[in-house]
């Protein structure tokens, strides 16, 4: 396993149009993280699962937008009717609850609306 | 979560220490700090965290103040490829979320 893997890594689309992107976790992880960053700040944290169950989410996290994980493993995070202020980058990121807790993050996906 | 306080920016020369400050002042006794680091155009990467005692690990090593108030991340010899964004994050171990300020953005100059 070599860690968080994220798919694809850039995405271009034109305004109004639906976007989603995959995360892979580390293999043996039960949390998985979604966050979006935009040019400047820092990652915002957006929802997570543990296991598949959806624990938390921000209200960054707009109606347009729907995380799932299925099988507790791989995720999607869906975005409808995209708008220009979603280009940002999106992160996901995956740990274990207990022990070392220390989230590993992906390289991201870099979604440009147009 | 806490809020931590960070430098917008530092300098290191490289092959020197380099020591980035956090401040944590309304930290709760059971929330850790955890530091990350964002190099350009990848996604942050795991450094270090501790509670109280201060850590050390193959990459850096972390001093909280006795209080814990504040904490400092040092990397003993900095190189160019530490030039990054350093995140201070405090939070309970268990805890679902980090929440990110904007970090300290360390340049390590030849």
């Known amino acids: 396993d070599t860690g968080v893997s994220q798919d694809p890594r850039h995405k271009i689309t034109k305004r109004g149009q639906n976007v989603t992107f995959r995360c892979d976790p580390i293999s043996e992880h039960n949390r998985l993280y979604w966050y979006r960053q935009t040019l400047g700040q820092g990652p915002e944290f957006l929802t997570y699962f543990q296991n598949e169950a959806q624990l938390e989410k921000s209200r960054l996290l707009s109606d347009r937008f729907s995380a799932e994980r299925p099988k507790g493993s791989f995720s999607t995070l869906e975005i409808q009717r995209t708008e220009q202020g979603d280009s940002a980058m999106y992160l996901c990121a995956s740990s274990f609850t207990g022990g070392n807790t220390e989230a590993f993050f992906g390289q991201g996906t870099r979604l440009t609306v147009v | 979560d806490a809020k931590t306080t960070q430098p917008t920016s530092m300098d290191c020369a490289e092959g020197r220490a380099a020591n980035l400050p956090c401040n944590h002042s309304?930290?709760?006794?059971?929330?850790?700090v955890y530091w990350y680091r964002q190099i350009h155009s990848q996604g942050p990467q795991y450094i270090i965290h501790?509670?109280?005692n201060n850590e050390t690990n193959e990459m850096a090593s972390l001093i909280i103040t006795e209080d814990r108030k504040s904490s400092t991340l040092i990397l003993p010899h900095a190189t160019l490829r530490d030039t990054a964004v350093y995140y201070c994050?405090?939070?309970?171990?268990?805890?679902?979320?980090?929440?990110f300020g904007d970090g300290t953005t360390l340049t390590v100059k030849p």
């Open positions: 501790g509670l109280k």
């Open positions: 994050i405090v939070r309970l171990t268990n805890a679902g979320k980090s929440t």
């Open positions: 309304t930290i709760s006794g059971n929330e850790y």
